[in-house]
């Protein structure tokens, strides 16, 4: 089992970055399928991207290249750099992990954190 907490979020203006971050505490984060999740109020939540146990990321089409997902397996810590931010980008970040490989998991992952917003304004 792992925790996450999420953290990075905030406001930024349109074309501005962030780094969202989500520590994870419990086993050993290296083995989990890990991604990062967006939900807007009204609409299902959408996976942003995914990087599974050998390092090898999906990103979702929609992000065309602005957001990167890395992260530091010693330190047990997952990270989605956003860059050129738009309004649209505005909504709650999850992060999720799942010891499953990705191509099994899915959406349907077995622990998430609590979230972390993010506002773009125009």
């Known amino acids: 089992q792992v925790q996450l907490v999420e953290s990075g979020g905030g406001s930024v203006q349109a074309g501005g970055s962030l780094r969202l971050s989500c520590a994870a505490s419990?086993?050993?984060?290296?083995?989990?399928?890990k991604a990062w999740f967006r939900q807007v109020p009204g609409k299902v939540r959408e996976v942003l991207a995914t990087?599974?146990?050998?390092?090898?990321?999906t990103y979702a089409d929609s992000l065309k290249g602005r957001f990167t997902i890395s992260q530091d397996n010693p330190k047990n810590v997952l990270y989605l750099q956003m860059k050129n931010l738009k309004p649209e980008d505005t909504g709650m970040y999850y992060c999720?992990?799942?010891?499953?490989?990705?191509?099994?998991?899915?959406?349907?992952?077995?622990?998430w954190g609590q979230g972390t917003q993010v506002t773009v304004s125009s």
């Open positions: 990087i599974e146990h050998d390092g090898s990321t």
């Open positions: 419990g086993d050993d984060f290296g083995g989990y399928c």
């Open positions: 999720a992990a799942d010891p499953r490989w990705c191509t099994s998991v899915k959406t349907d992952f077995g622990y």
